[in-house]
């Protein structure tokens, strides 16, 4: 796959410890990757969603399938549920 | 109709009267304005001392943009302003503005809670409340 930008925020990006990082992938969709940060390290499996439910956008389009395929993206952000307004 | 839309993710407060007064100059076959704002409120059980408010800007832009679309065509508005703030608020302070125009009040009214719903729980904006005893991510309810 080559470099991505991964980006975190709210409870994910408190417990991962960074707000973005460019990280070398080999996964082509969210699941897969998901699957490749946990072996990066345990902080990870928070993307795992057995807490709360974790959302992803690729390329700023949020998506709702992780077998949405990332390949080409440049950024995949990760986030939980949201709660604007 | 021509709709106007008008969409901002910013740290600032909103002055209600400029924009009511810029709203004033566009929307002269408007009979009708709903503003809506939500601020900052104290907790039941606890004392808050801020809401922070963290955002992944570019996204919740073009999402706000996106249901401002929708809403514009689906109830033929003149105008709609969105405002959403981030960073750290207090208490009473200012946290979202929601202004639809419409020649008569209904479709005013009913595209401002259509807005407000779809910001609640679909545009990336994520609340921590810090108070005196405890800090908590808020969970939509």
Same mark, same amino acid.
């Given at each position: 796959m080559g470099k991505v930008k991964l980006k975190y925020f709210s409870r994910i990006r408190e417990t991962i410890g960074k707000t973005s990082e460019l990280v070398e992938i080999k996964?082509?969709?969210?699941?897969d990757l998901i699957e490749e940060l946990q072996a990066m390290g345990e902080q990870y499996s928070v993307l795992k969603g057995r807490d709360f439910a974790v959302y992803s956008a690729v390329d700023q389009?949020?998506?709702t399938d992780v077998k949405t395929s990332i390949e080409g993206a440049t950024e995949i952000?990760?986030?939980p549920p949201m709660t604007g307004g | 109709?021509?709709?106007r839309i008008i969409v901002a993710v910013q740290k600032n407060d909103f002055d209600l009267n400029s924009e009511?007064?810029?709203?004033? %100059?566009?929307?002269?076959?408007?009979?009708?304005?709903? &503003?809506?704002?939500g601020k900052v409120r104290d %907790?039941?059980?606890d004392n808050l001392k801020y809401l922070e &408010?963290?955002?992944f800007e570019e996204l919740a832009k073009s999402q706000i943009k996106e249901i401002c679309d929708d809403a514009a065509n689906k109830w033929d508005l003149e105008y709609i302003l969105v405002k959403h703030r981030f960073g750290r608020l207090k208490i009473n302070d200012n946290i979202v503005l929601v202004i639809t125009s419409s020649k008569h009040r209904k479709k005013a009214y009913e595209?401002?809670?259509?807005?407000?719903?779809?910001?609640?729980?679909?545009?990336?904006?994520?609340?921590?409340?810090?108070?005196?005893k405890t800090q908590k991510w808020v969970e939509n309810s």
């Open positions: 996964s082509t969709n969210i699941q389009n949020i998506v952000a990760f986030f | 109709m021509l709709h009511m007064e810029t709203l004033k %100059l566009k929307t002269e076959k408007a009979g009708a304005v709903v &503003i809506f704002i %907790l039941e059980d &408010i963290e955002s595209a401002s809670q259509f807005i407000m719903e779809y910001l609640k729980s679909n545009v990336p904006f994520w609340k921590k409340e810090v108070a005196d």
